[in-house]
Every structure is written in C-alpha cells, then in structure tokens.
C-alpha cells in the first residue's frame, strides 16, 4: 500500500479540455478540493472549433476568445444548395489552443489545482484512489475520492477502467491559408461524403475542409473532394467520438465526461458544448456527494435529444436519396426555424418512434 502521498484532493480530473476544465472550475468555485491534470499544456487539439455563441453566457467566458460568428451556413447536395439562417442561433468558432487554454487558466483562478503531467495509472480502495503521475521532474502520487477521465476520445483512463476505447470515427482535414470566410457549408451524399457530411468553414484566418470517413473508400472520395479546388494541402486526420448510447457514466469511483464517453450530439457532432454542459453536470454530482446523480440529471437533460438526433442521421444520411430529401424539407421555412429550435434546445424533440410517422405525414400532405 503506498503510504506516501504528494497531494490529497477531493477529485482528481485527467484531462483538461473543454469538460476537464469546465468541471474543475465549477466544483472549485463550490470550494470542492479539485487538482486538474494534462499532459502537454501546448497541445492543439484538432477540432472544427464550433460552440453555441449562447456558451460564452452560460460559461462566463471572455468573448474575445471568437475568432468568427457564424450566422449562415449552406446545405449541399449534387442538386441543391439551401441556405440556413442562423442569426437567432449563432455559432461562435474558437481556436482550440487559445481556448482550451483559457478554461485551465479560468479554472486555476476559481481555486482549481493545475499541474502539467502524465497520468500513469491507480490503485482503487473502497474509500479512495491513489493516482501514479509522471510530471517533467517526477513521479508522484495523488490520492483522491474521486478520479475523473477527461482525457479524450483515446481515453487511457477509460481503457484501463472498462477495458475498451469510446466508439469513434476518424475524419480528414486540410486548413487553407487566406481564405476569409463566415459561413459554414456542410457537403451530403455519397460524391461527398458517404453516410455521413463533408464540411467547408472558417478556422481563425485560415479555411478548413474536412470530412468524416467511414471507409477507406470515404477517404478516396475526400481527397478527389478537397482537390477540385485545394490540390496542394496536406491532409490530416483525427479521431472524433460517435455517441451510440453507451452507459458510462461512473464506476469504481471514476466518473467519465466528455469526448471519452461519447458526448457529442448525433448528426452534428457539436462536441464542446456538450461536453461542458455535462461536466456542469456532473459537477453537481460530486458537489452533493450522489455520483449516480450524474447519470440521472444527464439523462433527463440530453438522453431524449440524442436519441432523435441519431434516428434523424441515420435516415437523412443514409443515402442520396434521403440527403436530398432532407434539403427539400429544408426549403420550408417554418421546417427550418422548427429544425433550429430542436438543435439549440427551446423546442422539446419528439419521440423517435414518432419520426416516420411525422415524415410520412409530410410527403402524404405533398
């Protein structure tokens, strides 16, 4: 048993991201006892970067951390070319290192203890956890009540707790200098982007064209996409989290949050938001010592609006036919403001068994 701890906290958080960072801050503000851990203070995540414009509101964050507000975007298939007015309902894009950095630094200043460091593994009691941490200089150990795993879609924590990684997908991107735009277009049908979309929008001062693979075929597709007009630009590609339902939520005393247990809305993919939204969560969990409290509450706020955000991808993506079909519906007006209100939460989704129904309803009346 190790006797000898360099730090004794009430929660451990590895990872410091959006969820990470949003948690420490929220339980240090309650004067929860919090030690936030990341590997590398200079990474630069690879991420689109878009966040509902209402988060810097709800999170008390500094505007000036926008590069871009987003109050159009363009939906596109081979036939057609919708518009979308997103003036009630903007999108901010962020960088994510400046960003991300932010959070840490806000967090820190709430009372939040922040170190630069790997985590290497832990030995769970009944009561408690006692953490192994690589810093620069040193190992050392943390014990903690709680530990939670934030650090990401290839969660080491996760994998050494449930013996698996989160469901995820891998996408390709290239970012394009001097191109100054402020709309996002958004790619569907199988020219594009099969199953899934491919993705034009603005990334600080630079272009980012990307796509999200299913196969090795989806990348072929992606690269003959990009090289219509970008022909020169390395690709990249990284991994982002698909939500399938899983329950994870806690266990032996670990809580997970964010891009490691999937916490990205369907069809979108909208990750930051909600991974801070249920880091907020699950602050309130620890804060009124109920850890299943978490699941709960996170089920009772997004369990229903996940679900119909699946069931929509998978029959508005599953083929030409269907993208198409979903931009025609898209021409209606009062289809879009409805469709908006889903996405941006003031309008309750409908049950998924009711979404055919719904559907059918429609093409009858045309």
């Known amino acids: 048993m190790q006797n000898h701890f360099d730090f004794t906290t009430n929660t451990l958080i590895i ?25 590398n203070f ?9 966040i509902k414009s209402i988060a810097f509101e709800e999170f008390d964050l500094p505007k000036d951390l926008e590069t871009k507000q987003i109050i159009k975007f363009n939906l596109i298939t081979k036939k057609q070319n919708i518009p979308i007015d997103l003036s009630k309902t903007p999108i901010s894009i962020v960088l994510r290192k400046e960003f ?9 200043n709430d009372g939040a203890t922040l170190l630069e460091a790997k985590y290497i593994n832990s030995v769970f009691y009944d009561d408690y956890i006692i953490s192994k941490i690589q810093t620069k200089e040193k190992i050392i150990f943390i014990k903690s009540i709680y530990l939670v795993a934030a650090d990401g879609v290839k969660s080491t924590l996760r994998k050494e707790i449930l013996k698996n990684d989160t469901h995820s997908l891998l996408t390709n991107y290239s970012l394009i200098d001097n191109k100054n735009i402020d709309y996002c ?4 049908g199988n020219e594009f982007a099969p199953n899934e979309y491919a993705w034009v929008f603005p990334h600080g ?11 090795n075929n989806s990348k072929k597709i992606f690269e003959e996409f990009k090289n219509k007009s970008y022909k020169d630009k390395k690709t990249k590609g990284y991994f982002i989290p698909s939500w399938n339902n899983e329950k994870v939520f806690y266990k032996n005393r670990t809580f997970f949050v964010g891009d490691c247990t999937g916490q990205i809305l369907p069809f979108t993919y909208e990750g930051i938001y909600f991974a801070m939204k249920s880091a907020h969560i ?6 009124q010592k109920d850890p299943y409290l978490y699941e709960k509450k ?34 209606n007006k009062k289809i879009q403001e409805k469709s908006l209100a889903y996405w941006e939460g003031s309008l309750k989704p409908i049950s998924v068994y009711k979404i055919p129904f719904k559907l059918f309803k429609y093409i009858f009346k045309k």
Not at 100 to 108: G, P
Request: aromatic share 14%.
């Open 15 to 39: 990872g410091a991201g959006p969820a990470g960072s949003t948690l420490a801050r929220k339980l240090a503000k309650n004067k929860i006892n919090t030690i936030l851990i990341e590997k």
């Open 42 to 50: 200079s990474f630069d995540k690879p991420c689109g970067g878009g």
């Open 100 to 108: 991300d950095q932010k959070l840490r630094q806000l967090a820190q």
């Open 185 to 188: 277009d958004f790619y569907f």
């Open 205 to 215: 001062d630079k272009l980012s064209i990307g796509s999200i693979l299913k196969d």
């Open 282 to 287: 699950l602050a309130d969990a620890i804060i």
């Open 298 to 331: 996170w089920n009772e706020a997004y369990l229903k609006k996940f679900k119909f955000f699946k069931v929509l991808q998978k029959i508005f993506l599953y083929n030409d036919f269907s993208a198409d079909f979903m931009l025609k519906l898209f021409k």
